[in-house]
């Protein structure tokens, strides 16, 4: 286990947080939970069927783990009620309320705007439209945020480049072909989860074929538009592009290509122009480098919901966890 889990559990347990486990029955979901208990990172709830969840776990210890069915639940009415009244001008019925909020994804979302619940977790059966649709729904958007977007923590081993080896990849989950503008927000709260979560100062590298016009095209026009943009919205965050990812982490390319960026050969945040070139590295850096990838983790919504892979083990699950409770305790403060 890389020392940025072992920080993430540890800063996890000095403020405590409940965090939802949406797809509670889940063999891995149940094993989290009792990993989750077992090292006392937080509370912990389980949502399903109670008698489900048992069979699965069979001789799993889900003591002091919290088992949520929502449709039995005491706050089952006020939920459903609370979510026709967001929802009616949108044409929402109170049949349809009740409907949908038997789906635990929307149960546990609610239980997160309710205030039971700090942050949830889900996404290792559901996809992610799935996992992120009651979240806008309910949760909507951080203030002075227009974009919810996805990163991975990248940590790679022995490697002398970003802060120690740690990396964010961003959007590298979630929004396919961004614009510039969106891509310049993706940066902005790339930025603010680096220093949260990483606790170190975020060098931000806009990424591109091309170092500062070394190419023309349309592609590298959106880098150089999503640049400006983010300089003019957040003079005070250090990044630069458009870079080539060479120029943005290692020292001497960076001097070479870029010699008047204050971060070329030293960013941190990597920022790519769309899904498919963000997707693409963090797995070819996962397996070619033998790195710990966390994610993807959602930046962006009012109060932290999580996705996961649907490959994802039970760790993962755990990982997620964590991190998930130190994006709440960041929100608090």
């Given at each position: 286990m890389s020392q940025f889990l072992d920080r993430m559990k540890e800063r996890a347990r000095a403020d405590r947080k409940r965090i939802v486990l949406a797809e509670g029955e889940d063999i891995r979901m149940i094993k989290a939970a009792n990993m989750i208990v077992a090292e006392n990172i937080c509370d912990v709830v389980l949502l399903g069927n109670e008698e489900k969840i048992a069979e699965e776990a069979g001789d799993i210890s889900l003591a002091g783990v919290e088992i949520i069915n929502p449709v039995k639940s005491d706050k089952f009415d006020e939920y459903a009620n609370a979510f026709y009244e967001m929802r009616k001008a949108k044409g929402m019925t109170e049949e349809k309320a009740?409907?949908?909020?038997?789906?635990?994804?929307?149960?546990?979302?609610?239980?997160?705007?309710?205030?039971?619940?700090?942050?949830?977790?889900?996404?290792?059966?559901?996809?992610?439209?799935?996992?992120?649709?009651?979240?806008?729904?309910?949760?909507?958007?951080?203030?002075?945020?227009?974009?919810?977007?996805?990163?991975?923590?990248?940590?790679v081993p022995n490697c002398p480049y970003g802060e120690k080896g740690t990396f964010i990849y961003a959007d590298s989950g979630l929004n396919e072909n961004p614009d510039a503008d969106a891509v310049s927000e993706i940066a902005i709260s790339s930025a603010k989860s680096f220093r949260d979560l990483v606790e170190a100062e975020p060098k931000v590298a806009m990424l591109s074929y091309s170092t500062y016009g070394s190419a023309k095209s349309e592609l590298v026009d959106k880098m150089q538009l999503a640049t400006k943009l983010a300089k003019e919205k957040r003079p005070d965050i250090k990044l630069d592009g458009e870079l080539q990812a060479d120029a943005a982490i290692i020292k001497e390319v960076g001097k070479s290509k870029a010699p008047d960026s204050d971060i070329a050969g030293e960013a941190n945040v990597l920022v790519f122009p769309d899904l498919n070139s963000g997707n693409i590295a963090y797995k070819l850096t996962q397996r070619l480098a033998n790195a710990e990838a966390y994610g993807p983790v959602t930046q962006g919504i009012r109060k932290p919901v999580n996705d996961l892979s649907r490959g994802c083990s039970a760790e993962d699950i755990v990982g997620v966890a964590a991190i998930t409770c130190v994006q709440a305790q960041m929100r608090d403060k």
């Open positions: 009740r409907e949908t909020m038997s789906n635990p994804l929307y149960f546990g979302v609610m239980m997160v705007e309710k205030d039971y619940a700090d942050g949830m977790v889900a996404g290792a059966v559901n996809s992610t439209s799935n996992v992120l649709r009651p979240a806008l729904q309910i949760l909507k958007t951080a203030p002075g945020t227009k974009l919810v977007s996805a990163f991975f923590v990248m940590v």
